[in-house]
């Protein structure tokens, strides 16, 4: 066995033998020929010296574009020699794929075979500054020989490996010298028992984890390794097993079932010890491979993160259907729905804790956050542990099925449909019915020669037998093959994408529909007071503006998406409240009748009688209460002290509850009628009175769209200049002293204003086109906003907020190339986003599940009419006690307009600015009767009344904002209001 020798794996896998006496023994079988221990040696200290030469020094990355052959054995070693990193990569990617493995790895050094570099060579001064072929390095002198590896400590990196990407985009991990040997030492030797006689052959990959594993553990036992071809046909395989004899073989179940046609059982009886990992290894395949050769596969599961495998059965202990037990040096958790550890035999997500695994993903902090927590790593495999500690994989998380309160398998379906005769391959992913509901659908690859035929009857009768009537294929499609990974492993995301889309196209062919009398009448008897009825119909040249106009009454909502995507793609509309709620300070009025007490738990217990629900085809909003919170309600969630000057006088809080209401679906061009009730007649009927609504806008003359003009409104201020930055340099005051680090200073401009407000929304929603504008006019104000900002999201229990800070005017192209790169690179700027990042993961972390709080994107740039803004999104599951309201004491007011840390940035605010906000930085939003929410915050906004319009603007300052800078970005968030207000 081998020495470890100062640290360094490579002096791991050559000193040792040598000193050993095994330099004349095979090391390495390959396409670019045989190597012995010996020679092996020699070529790897010669390159070590040409290493040397062009100036490479420990810690230094050195990314290996090599296919599978000696040459990148000897490369990845004498890397590892000389005190580097080796990034190995893989060969088979499209040319344009390599920039953003580049991008991350930081290589000093590309070493690449002569295909590689023939290939890339218009790229190479793109992706790395110094790039040189491995036969050049190969012919360095033996006097150039480096004799001895250099000196590493087991923690010092030495390895940088790519998810195989079967989740999404490929993830970087940067692995250690030490973490090779506790692979050997706690898998190798104490699990599958490799020994120095071993001939060990894997076909998968060297820049998979799983190939290039079996490699260096059959060095470190002084074993032999075959390596893998780039064919990786069933024949080519083949020819490898009758050539070299190996001993041991490491395969994805893919392979063995490639093994498994028309194979004879000589090919394969040089074989002892058969290992299965990369993905689950179906039952069917585990069989056949038994009665056909003899011999059991030693099913285990390892992840790139990992490094090693880390569940793992024995060769003497193998327990059909399941993965295994944990492997020495390993900690395991099975985390169940309420975040709580799951029982023997409950299912959960499995975490793992060990040595080997690193602590992020390489410069991906989104992900890292995602999935690295305390020392653990999240791997999204959903498992359940029996109560002898063997674990059972039950599918990814994203895949298994929760079905009346039951974990489903997928797993468990893909092994039936594989008992089929005429099935070769088959995987199952989670999809919905028309009602939301979990059900399997399955993709399956006829055999060759297979007649066609009515898969989905076919599969649900072959089911029935084994299967419970809920694991039955909701659909079945057959494909000619199954995306996969190069090495091999289901891409199972691309197949969830692709029966989402089969889904959404067959809910874009039925529409939206009347609900069944029957339907209807059960749904009312199983609890709900608020069952939609709607009516479509194909919206023509209607804008959202002209169905406002024919809606009857004076007080009348839009909450409209004037910037048309997946996420903009309904417009709700509506008037004649069945119920109004209205607040200030600790009274509020339901209907005009006056009490005294807690508004939010009036509003709570409220909105608490009404249980709707949403159907196939409509919006998140299916009825409920719709209006806003003003900047003031942070008094019903907070002890704040309240401004003395409340000039415009608005309520704190202000919500119509609505129970009919239109909807525009922009991307497939329909208008609704909706209403909700418990009275299905009653429901018919006022559909026929919105529908009536919908053909007088139809039938009325189109409204004319003028020109707009470049001008601005002429306006006064709450701020003089000099006193706005006098604010900014106080606050700057209380940053030194530590009481604040960031605080969001507004000022309000006031124009004298007698046009009309929906002509005024008109404008600004054509000026600014954003997923959250709205329109409200009632109770003697109007407001006309065009925010691009959300405040909270709930859908489905699960949250999500989208914090926006750092902004630059909008200019020419050339302009705005400039600025995006000046929010990328401005420390000012991303450290005024990272704080606000942190303060949402915060404000979700209070009303979430633990664990479940996750950052989905960081930093990324987006685009208005007049400014561009760095915008993140952090989602969670809201804990199971959590209702809507408490989601928004925990998140509200939006860190991003009040500050860090938020509390005592109120308080410096309400000191500072001269009157109340109102309105501004609020929220606009509804409360569905189904238990879901969406709110915006309250920026690039107007309020009209008696007469004036009111814009406010701020901008956040931190310790090195510029004061007068400061003050004109604030006046830049104002232009597009500004510019309609002139119009």
């Not at 055999?447 to 039955?472: N, V």
């Not at 001008?711 to 209380?734: G, M, T, V």
């Not at 990272?834 to 599940?849: I, P, Q």
Request: proline share 5%; with cysteine; net charge negative.
């Amino acid at each position: 066995m081998a020495d470890n020798y100062s640290g360094n794996l490579a002096g791991a896998l050559l000193c040792g033998h040598v000193q050993q006496k095994l330099a004349d023994k095979t090391a390495v079988i390959g396409s670019g020929g045989n190597c012995s221990y010996g020679q092996l040696r020699r070529r790897v200290s010669r390159m070590a010296g040409a290493f040397r030469a062009r100036g490479l020094s420990s810690g230094d990355t050195v990314a290996l574009l090599i296919e599978d052959e000696l040459d990148l054995i000897v490369a990845w070693l004498a890397v590892l020699w000389q005190g580097g990193v080796a990034a190995i990569l893989n060969c088979q990617l499209p040319d344009d794929h390599y920039p953003q493995y580049f991008d991350r790895i930081d290589a000093r050094l590309t070493v690449a075979s002569p295909t590689m570099t023939a290939r890339l060579q218009e790229r190479a001064g793109s992706l790395c500054r110094d790039w040189v072929s491995s036969r050049d390095l190969d012919t360095a002198a033996e006097a150039d020989a480096v004799d001895f590896p250099a000196a590493r400590e087991a923690d010092d990196p030495a390895v940088i490996l790519f998810t195989s990407g079967t989740t999404g985009r490929p993830s970087g991990l940067v692995h250690r010298h030490g973490d090779f040997v506790l692979t050997n030492r706690n898998y190798a030797d104490r699990v599958i028992g490799l020994a120095e006689t071993d001939i060990v052959y894997s076909p998968s990959p060297l820049f998979f984890a799983y190939g290039l594993n079996s490699v260096h553990m059959a060095l470190y036992r002084g074993a032999t390794a075959v390596l893998p071809t780039l064919d990786r046909s069933r024949e080519t395989i083949l020819q490898c097993l009758r050539r070299h004899r190996p001993s041991v073989l490491f395969a994805v179940p893919t392979v063995y079932r490639l093994l498994l046609e028309n194979s004879r059982r000589e090919d394969l009886a040089s074989l002892r010890l058969c290992v299965s990992a990369g993905e689950a290894l179906p039952q069917p395949i585990a069989a056949a491979w038994q009665q056909t050769y003899g011999h059991r596969i030693v099913d285990g599961i390892g992840t790139t993160e990992v490094l090693s495998t880390f569940i793992s059965n024995r060769p003497d202990d193998i327990r059909t259907g399941s993965t295994g037990r944990v492997v020495p040096g390993f900690e395991l958790r099975l985390v169940a729905d309420n975040h709580a550890d799951a029982a023997d035999e409950e299912a959960g997500v499995l975490w793992v804790k060990g040595d080997t695994l690193p602590s992020s993903y390489l410069g991906d902090a989104a992900a890292s956050a995602k999935r690295f927590r305390d020392g653990w790593f999240v791997t999204n495999d959903l498992f359940r542990r029996d109560r002898d500690g063997y674990y059972y994989y039950l599918g990814r998380s994203d895949d298994a099925l929760k079905i009346g309160g039951q974990w489903m398998s997928p797993i468990d379906l893909e092994n039936r449909l594989l008992e089929h005769p005429d099935i070769e391959q088959c995987v199952v992913v989670a999809t919905a019915d028309d009602w939301d509901l979990p059900r399997p659908c399955a993709f399956i690859v006829p055999r060759p020669g297979a007649d066609k035929r009515d898969w989905q009857k076919e599969l649900k009768q072959f089911c029935r037998e084994r299967l419970p009537t809920a694991m039955y294929p909701h659909f079945v499609e057959t494909v000619d093959d199954l995306p996969r990974t190069f090495s091999g492993k289901f891409q199972r995301f691309r197949l969830r994408d692709r029966a989402e889309q089969r889904r959404r196209d067959a809910g874009a062919m039925r529409g939206p529909t009347l609900l069944p009398r029957e339907v209807f009448e059960e749904l009312i008897a199983a609890g709900h007071n608020q069952v939609p009825v709607l009516r479509s119909a194909p919206l023509g040249e209607l804008r959202a503006t002209d169905l406002l106009r024919a809606l009857p009454g004076d007080d009348k909502f839009l909450l409209d998406s004037t910037r048309v995507s997946q996420e903009g793609r309904y417009s709700i509309l509506g008037s004649q409240p069945f119920l109004r709620f209205r607040a200030k300070a600790d009274r509020y009025w339901i209907d005009g009748r006056e009490s005294q007490g807690d508004p939010i738990a009036a509003l709570k217990a409220l909105h608490a009688r009404y249980r709707g629900l949403r159907l196939p085809g409509m919006p998140l909003f299916c009825g409920g209460a719709v209006g806003f919170f003003a900047y003031e309600a942070n008094h019903y969630f907070e002890q704040l002290p309240r401004h003395p000057n409340d000039d415009v006088e608005l309520p704190d809080l202000f919500f119509d509850f609505i129970d009919n209401f239109i909807v525009i679906d922009h991307l497939e061009h329909t208008v609704m009628a909706v209403a909700t009730g418990a009275d299905y007649d009653r429901g018919l009927q006022r559909l026929d009175e919105l529908s009536e609504v919908i053909e007088r806008a139809r039938a009325a003359p189109a409204q004319p769209r003028a020109p707009l003009h470049e001008r601005l409104a002429e306006f006064s201020s709450n701020y003089a200049p000099d006193l706005y930055c006098d604010a900014i340099a106080r606050i700057q005051e209380y940053i030194r002293s530590g009481d604040v680090y960031q605080v969001n200073l507004s000022q309000r401009l006031q124009v004298d204003y007698a046009g009309d407000g929906l002509a005024l929304y008109e404008a600004l929603a054509r000026i600014n086109p954003v997923h959250f504008a709205s329109y409200f006019c009632f109770d003697g104000f109007q407001i006309i906003s065009a925010s691009p900002e959300r405040l909270v999201r709930v859908e489905r229990r699960r949250a999500v907020t989208r914090p926006i800070a750092g902004t630059r005017r909008k200019g020419s192209d050339e302009e705005n190339a400039r600025f995006i790169e000046e929010l990328r690179t401005c420390d000012k700027e991303n450290a005024e986003h990272a704080m606000l990042v942190d303060l949402e993961r915060n404000d979700l972390g209070r009303v979430c599940k633990h664990g479940s709080v996750q950052i989905e994107k960081l930093m990324e740039i987006t685009e208005y009419t007049h400014v561009i803004h760095i915008e993140s999104e952090v989602v969670g599951q809201l804990a199971d006690e959590v209702d809507l309201l408490d989601v928004v004491g925990a998140t509200f007011p939006g860190g991003t307009i009040t500050g860090v840390p938020k509390i005592r940035t109120m308080e410096v605010i309400t000191e500072l600015e001269p009157n109340t906000r109102g309105i501004y930085t609020g929220s606009i939003g509804y409360l569905s009767f189904a238990g879901d929410m969406d709110l915006n915050i309250v920026i690039r906004t107007v309020l009209l009344k008696q007469g004036r319009a009111y814009v406010q603007v701020g901008g956040g300052v931190v310790i090195d904002g510029e004061p007068a800078r400061e003050y004109k970005e604030t006046l830049n968030k104002a232009r597009s209001q500004l510019m309609a207000l002139a119009q």
